[in-house]
């Protein structure tokens, strides 16, 4: 595969990858189950600051870049600046088309499937666009610096369910000084996104994009 081949491959699923994560993070929010945990902490500062999510998801990610510049520089690239911008509205979007302008009512079964397609969204969206090489979110490098600067004792998907916790842990926080529901964050979407994402990651990277790339 040439080198201007490869790049095009690698745009795809970076592309494809923050696609992915987008419907995740809208996905969650119409379950009514609860949020992955990164959306869960900024759904309740944003509420608690009375700010539109999409834009307090990019200042969140402006600040944690700050920090991944100066620990993890190798993770900042392309795909690090479209996920900041685009993965907030992006879901936004998503809840609007269905919520707004399809006037769809989430019954049971559709919250069901909306909570199973976004925990597959989240572990593969994250997969495809961390192989692809091409910049990660800043949210996303934290466990990556985490195992760097531990030497590997602590590895990605250890480094991933602790930092996951601890972001739910301030997100219920806000929720409670906004005086909002509770519900509206966390719930069994966030508890599974929490224990699981850092291994579903790991594995759809082992088996599905890694293998993509060098097909």
């Known amino acids: 595969m040439n080198s201007t081949n490869k790049l095009f491959k690698r745009t795809v699923m970076m592309v494809t990858g923050i696609a992915f994560i987008s419907l995740c993070v809208g996905l969650y929010r119409l379950s009514g189950f609860g949020v992955d945990a990164f959306t869960c902490m900024n759904l309740g500062i944003s509420g608690f600051l009375d700010m539109q999510f999409g834009t307090w998801q990019l200042i969140m990610n402006a600040m944690i870049l700050a920090v991944v510049f100066f620990t993890a520089r190798e993770c900042i690239g392309a795909g690090t600046i479209v996920n900041m911008v685009c993965v907030g ?90 005086g909002d529901s509770l519900w509206t964050i966390i719930g069994l979407g966030t508890i599974c996104n929490a224990c699981l994402n850092g291994p579903l990651i790991q594995f759809f990277r082992k088996h599905v994009s890694e293998p993509l790339l060098k097909r």
């Open 89 to 178: 509205y992006g879901a936004d979007l998503l809840c609007w088309l269905v919520q707004d302008a399809g006037q769809v009512e989430m019954t049971l079964p559709l919250r069901i499937g909306a909570l199973v397609l976004g925990s597959v969204f989240a572990g593969l969206g994250v997969a495809f666009y961390m192989v692809a090489e091409m910049g990660v979110a800043p949210y996303d490098s934290v466990a990556i610096i985490m195992e760097k600067l531990t030497g590997g004792k602590i590895p990605f998907h250890y480094g991933r369910v602790g930092s996951d916790v601890t972001v739910v842990i301030v997100g219920v926080i806000f929720c409670l000084l906004a």
